[in-house]
């Protein structure tokens, strides 16, 4: 793939010193921009290691990683943090906002982290990613007072709002009951098409994982196999539509 | 700034802990301040009582009894130094009181008034009568005048050295502070001690000499000694030895409470800052993920130690301040009481420190905080 985002070369991850446990093992693959991935495997597979590994916050142990054309290895802890922070969006499971925070200042995080001001163009960006997210109005809440689905849709617009090419995702939807992981997905597709955004899912779920477009299998530390979905990617009219239900039903909720 | 605006927010939230641990930086400051003038004061007014009233340092002839010299050459080493505050050459003579049958002795200190009282302060120190030392004129203590019925415009009859006996008139009567004092001693002019003694106009029993701070009178002596050859130069810590090992005494305890009371303020903002690194791991490893550099998130700690620290010592320094203007005015009526003046370099000094202690306190956190794997905070959430 000549403009890929990821590349990924005989990733190994090995832990411990004495006993040695290959959590990832010669791991090689490339994304390529605007795609949405999933990453599936059981339990202590290695798919959350190879998350790590790519969101860096992890080094490898062998192997090499280019993030949008900039090899990684050796990079200081610093140049990590601030490359983190340039291109990649993370969004876990839990929602990790800040309690200590409002909505509006935890979805301006990674900018401010970023050492950006909040002039019109930032203050703009912010606004279209809370009415993309159906989050208007709630910016002066405090982020503890939001619903669950809430509090997870705040924590995309936190990983989009340095408009990074990469959002990580490790079991986005794992607190979510069917309604808001159905809205959160829809949500992933219309910024895909939106911005092309590249998504890397992590899920154990094969259903979630079947609405992405392409699946790599981690098996015991190894790529075991890495398809394409047909069935992926559904039409920009299919994923407009379920917006507009998503937002009006949490519009109704807040 | 966003690591002080992150270490604001968590201070906001979190008010009573906050509350708490600025009351107490505040409280160990206040003691900081307030024990250290204390015992400052207490010092300085030791000292002025013990040796206010008394020469600093004094030059005598190098045989007893002998008069010295106060030629002008010796003057110019005296009066030249910047040291120096007080000049006062004295002829001392001993005479006995006679009223009655009683027959009492007095130790007659001899000078210009205007010498005498730059020592002595005895224009302040009349409490009856006026402060003059004309011919023929001596002031008497007040415990001497009590006890023996004196007045002002008394005669006084003195039966000097070879039973030359003169009758003098008491000009005023002063109170030095001190009832051993007021009833032995008494002040006359230079003429009538010089005519009792026998000595030239440039002749003393000693010249005393006041200087800025007593503690440099042994420099100020050593000095002297190498130019005025022929002449006796003691300095009151030599023969205060025993009050100077107290004073040595009391500020080594006021030092090691001192230290006792940063220790303890050190170990509080040291433990509530931990407790607060570890209360907000989650949020650091967060932020970490985001792409908070290590140096950043240890900085939004650094920023709560001084922000803790200037709130707490500002606090400190005013609690402090008015714990001094408290006791000053409830001690005022008090008749042994002395006033504590607040010191401002050590009010400086006690803020400085309360500050570094806040900043040395957040040591732990800030290399907790830099080690935090973000991993483990985003995996366990």
Redesign the interface.
């Known amino acids: 793939m000549a403009d890929a985002l990821v590349l990924a070369e005989g990733l190994t991850k090995v832990y411990g010193t004495l006993e040695q446990t290959r959590a990832l093992d010669d791991v090689s693959f490339e994304i390529g921009r605007g795609e949405i991935a999933a990453v599936i495997g059981r339990s202590g597979s290695g798919k959350?290691t190879l998350l790590?590994l790519l969101?860096l916050?992890?080094t490898a142990t062998e192997g090499r990683l280019v993030l949008d054309g900039r090899a990684t290895d050796g990079a200081s802890?610093?140049d990590r943090?601030?490359?983190?922070?340039?291109l990649?969006g993370?969004v876990?499971?839990?929602h990790?906002?800040?309690?200590?925070?409002t909505v509006w200042e935890n979805l301006l995080?990674?900018t401010?982290?970023?050492?950006k001001t909040v002039d019109a163009a930032l203050r703009e960006l912010a606004e279209e990613t809370m009415v993309v997210l159906g989050l208007e109005g709630l910016g002066g809440k405090n982020a503890n007072d939001l619903s669950g689905g809430q509090k997870q849709r705040v924590a995309i617009g936190?990983a989009l709002m340095n408009r990074p090419p990469l959002v990580l995702a490790?079991e986005p939807t794992g607190n979510l009951d069917t309604e808001n992981t159905d809205a959160v997905y829809r949500l992933f597709r219309r910024i895909n098409a939106d911005w092309g955004t590249t998504f890397l899912i992590v899920t154990h779920d094969q259903e979630i994982a079947s609405m992405t477009d392409r699946i790599l299998e981690i098996r015991d530390g190894k790529l075991v196999a890495d398809v394409r979905n047909p069935v992926g990617a559904p039409s920009v009219a299919a994923v407009a539509a379920g917006l507009t239900t998503s937002r009006s039903s949490s519009a109704a909720r807040s | 700034m966003?690591p002080l605006?992150?270490a604001a927010?968590?201070l906001?939230?979190s008010p009573v802990q906050s509350g708490l641990i600025i009351a107490g930086i505040a409280v160990g400051i206040a003691v900081q301040v307030f024990v250290g003038s204390l015992i400052t004061s207490l010092q300085a007014s030791l000292i002025e009582r013990t040796i206010g009233s008394s020469p600093h340092v004094s030059l005598r002839a190098l045989k007893d009894g002998d008069p010295v010299t106060f030629s002008s050459a010796v003057a110019r080493v005296v009066r030249g130094d910047s040291r120096v505050t007080a000049v006062v050459p004295e002829r001392d003579i001993s005479a006995l009181f006679s009223k009655g049958t009683d027959k009492v002795p007095l130790s007659i200190t001899g000078g210009d008034l205007a010498d005498l009282n730059t020592i002595y302060r005895l224009r302040q120190r009349t409490v009856e009568g006026e402060p003059s030392l004309r011919p023929g004129e001596i002031m008497v203590g007040v415990d001497f005048a009590r006890k023996y019925g004196v007045k002002r415009g008394d005669p006084a009859n003195l039966v000097l050295g070879g039973n030359d006996v003169r009758t003098l008139t008491v000009s005023g009567i002063f109170d030095l502070g001190s009832a051993a004092a007021n009833e032995r001693t008494a002040f006359t002019g230079p003429e009538l001690p010089r005519q009792a003694l026998g000595y030239r106009p440039d002749q003393y029993s000693l010249v005393a000499v006041q200087v800025a701070d007593p503690f440099t009178s042994t420099a100020v002596a050593t000095a002297w000694r190498a130019r005025l050859s022929g002449i006796k130069v003691t300095d009151w810590q030599v023969d205060n030895k025993d009050l100077l090992a107290a004073l040595n005494s009391q500020s080594a305890s006021s030092y090691m409470i001192q230290v006792f009371v940063l220790v303890a303020v050190a170990l509080g903002i040291a433990s509530t800052l931990a407790i607060s690194a570890v209360q907000k791991t989650?949020?650091i490893g967060?932020?970490?993920?985001?792409?908070?550099?290590?140096?950043?998130t240890a900085a939004i700690f650094l920023w709560q130690a001084s922000i803790l620290g200037v709130a707490g010592t500002a606090l400190g320094v005013g609690l402090g301040l008015a714990l001094i203007a408290g006791f000053t005015f409830g001690t005022a009526s008090s008749p042994s009481a002395f006033p504590i003046v607040a010191q401002p370099v050590f009010v400086g000094i006690s803020a400085a420190v309360g500050m570094l202690v806040a900043l040395l306190s957040s040591i732990i956190p800030t290399r907790k905080t830099a080690r935090l794997?973000?991993?483990e905070?985003?995996?366990n959430?």
């Open positions: 959350s790590n969101g916050l992890d802890s610093r943090a601030s490359l983190r922070n340039e990649l993370f876990f499971q839990f990790h906002l800040l309690p200590e925070f995080m990674p401010a982290i970023a050492g936190r490790d | 966003l605006k992150i927010r968590f906001r939230t989650r949020q967060i932020l970490k993920a985001l792409g908070m550099a290590d140096g950043s794997d973000p991993i905070v985003i995996q959430g």
